[in-house]
């Protein structure tokens, strides 16, 4: 019989749950709502459930489960040091809670290091020794795959790829700093650019028509089709989205020399925009040989790809 | 008898050979001008003559030889990439003629590596999973280990630390780029921001009698001395040098949440006024728990790291 394990993807909105069989494919899959706000110990049990429903599905008990969390965690023990966007989680002993429930061995791993050993694994990094993930959302994170492992810090985190700074002077991050490439290039910061560029007299831009002339409505997607329908202003954005994401970039080539660096995540839908701006910066800033070597690729596992990788935490 | 390996550190100036023993200790040692201009394979025969000395001096035939290179070079097989200061060097291959002139295993590492490998083995890194070495001179090279191992980039290079974007509108660079770390904390970085500081009217500074009215005489060693007999300026040109190198680490923090950061190298000689800077920018910018995880340390191994940790190459 097949070994498989189930991987869980919780989100802070969802949680997803799959079967895994040892080649990558989803044998099964069920959700189900977080409910961030009813505290860690009713979450973990939502979790616990699902894991039950996927165990089930199984013709042999799976190998175990593997969970990618937002957040800095230790993965050695399982447990979350803070997640930014659900309260209450601080310290919490998450792999243990659920290796109890459940009795079968439990691996925690941050959500965006599952997504790149899912690209590693099955998708655009397949076949790699050193690459790199970054997914662009609301913030950005990312995973850093060096000799096939993950780069994990001594204890807690690494691999805040969001984090790096571009200019000490830039505008203020949620993680307190300066300047950081999510300041820039996560959602707040790709509005803000919009806003500014919209603001200056003389701008024109369906985007304002789009937006119903109202500023709070504009997000990365509306830009997007505002782009894609040939906007000046709206490509504009991207374009220098694109820039700023290759300077972060350029850091991480410059650092590893990765074979491959891989975007993902909502913004990356933009990719024909942003694509040859990054690729740019990276060859004119980067250090060449790497500049030369890097490719600049789109993720290629989709949305599964955070529940895959978890499961990929038990199977090798 | 005991194991033991030759290592050979290949400066622009000097190169210095030792014969090491398994615990890092070095037996026997011998020095030769580098003589660059005469190109690399005069280099290379100078190099097998000091390599053939230190075999004369062990008990029993050494396991091989392990040479610390400037520039980027593929480990792999030994071969230069390029060197900035040593012209003629480009794809020279270093490691092959020197294993067929010596008739023994030789490995090729670049020198800021194996100053890493001599501080994880026997120095500040003692003992550590992570760690990253910077060493601090005319330009910033840095190492760095991770899982113990050194991070090495798909073919040629990695861990080009101090080609870490600070400001991407910042001063130029060697490498082509701008506004990276080294164009700031590097030898010519560091003395711009002195000149301009000197030169601003009403700057009161030892340092103008002290080069003798002379900015060409300027040197980070000149404003070392100044700083140390308490030179306002002195010292605030180091406090700057050291929050603009906390910049970049923070970078290194956030990617690798290391145990360790040590600096070496001579910029690393007034670390009094370097060190606190530094340490303030981590703990203020970087990300929890990084930020207060991270020890910042001297370098502990002193002129002979390189050779010590080439030899290591060898030995583990």
Same mark, same amino acid.
């Given at each position: 019989?097949?070994?498989?394990?189930?991987?869980?993807?919780?989100?802070?909105?969802?949680?997803?749950?799959?079967?895994?069989?040892?080649?990558?494919?989803?044998?099964?899959?069920?959700?189900?709502?977080?409910?961030?706000?009813?505290?860690?110990?009713?979450?973990?049990?939502?979790?616990?459930?699902?894991?039950?429903?996927?165990?089930?599905?199984?013709?042999?008990?799976?190998?175990?489960?593997?969970?990618?969390?937002?957040g800095p965690l230790d993965p050695s023990v399982?447990q979350i040091y803070f997640?930014?966007?659900?309260?209450?989680?601080?310290?919490?002993?998450?792999?243990?809670?659920?290796?109890?429930?459940?009795?079968?061995?439990?691996?925690?791993?941050n959500?965006?290091?599952?997504?790149?050993?899912?690209?590693?694994?099955?998708?655009? %990094?397949? *076949?790699?020794?050193?690459? $790199?993930?970054?997914?662009? /959302?609301?913030?950005? @994170?990312? +995973? =850093?795959?060096?000799?096939?492992?993950?780069?994990n810090g001594t204890r807690v985190t690494a691999?805040?790829?969001?984090?790096?700074?571009?200019?000490?002077?830039?505008?203020?991050?949620?993680?307190?700093?300066?300047?950081?490439?999510?300041?820039?290039?996560?959602?707040?910061?790709?509005?803000?650019?919009?806003?500014?560029?919209?603001?200056?007299?003389?701008?024109?831009?369906?985007?304002?028509?789009?937006?119903?002339?109202?500023?709070?409505?504009?997000?990365?997607?509306?830009?997007?089709?505002?782009?894609?329908? %040939?906007? *000046?202003?709206?490509?504009? $954005?991207?374009?220098?989205? /694109?820039?700023?994401? @290759?300077? +972060? =970039?350029?850091?991480?080539?410059?650092?590893?020399?990765?074979?491959?660096?891989?975007?993902?995540?909502?913004?990356?839908?933009?990719?024909?925009?942003?694509?040859?701006?990054?690729?740019?910066?990276?060859?004119?800033?980067?250090?060449?040989?790497?500049?030369?070597?890097?490719?600049?690729?789109?993720?290629?596992?989709?949305?599964?790809?955070?529940?895959?990788?978890?499961?990929?935490?038990?199977?090798?």
């Amino acid at each position: 019989m097949a070994r498989t394990a189930i991987g869980i993807d919780l989100g802070g909105t969802n949680i997803k749950a799959g079967l895994v069989a040892e080649d990558g494919t989803v044998l099964a899959q069920a959700e189900a709502k977080t409910l961030a706000h009813e505290g860690p110990d009713a979450v973990m049990g939502r979790m616990a459930v699902l894991a039950g429903q996927m165990r089930g599905k199984a013709e042999a008990d799976p190998v175990g489960l593997g969970v990618g969390s937002p957040g800095p965690l230790d993965p050695s023990v399982g447990q979350i040091y803070f997640t930014p966007n659900m309260p209450g989680w601080d310290g919490y002993p998450l792999g243990a809670r659920l290796a109890d429930r459940l009795k079968m061995p439990v691996r925690v791993e941050n959500d965006a290091n599952c997504a790149a050993l899912a690209e590693h694994w099955r998708g655009a %990094g397949q *076949g790699t020794k050193t690459m $790199i993930l970054l997914t662009l /959302g609301t913030g950005i @994170g990312g +995973g =850093i795959i060096v000799d096939g492992k993950l780069v994990n810090g001594t204890r807690v985190t690494a691999g805040e790829v969001g984090h790096i700074v571009i200019n000490d002077k830039g505008p203020k991050c949620g993680c307190g700093n300066h300047g950081c490439l999510e300041a820039y290039c996560g959602t707040a910061g790709i509005i803000a650019r919009a806003r500014e560029l919209l603001d200056k007299p003389g701008t024109v831009s369906m985007l304002i028509e789009m937006a119903g002339r109202d500023f709070e409505k504009l997000s990365p997607a509306l830009i997007g089709q505002a782009a894609k329908k %040939g906007d *000046g202003p709206a490509i504009s $954005i991207y374009k220098e989205t /694109g820039r700023l994401l @290759g300077l +972060g =970039i350029v850091n991480l080539v410059n650092i590893f020399a990765p074979e491959v660096v891989i975007l993902g995540g909502g913004v990356a839908a933009n990719g024909a925009f942003i694509f040859p701006a990054v690729r740019d910066e990276v060859k004119r800033r980067a250090m060449r040989p790497g500049n030369e070597q890097v490719r600049i690729e789109a993720a290629a596992m989709g949305n599964d790809a955070g529940l895959i990788g978890a499961a990929g935490l038990l199977l090798h």
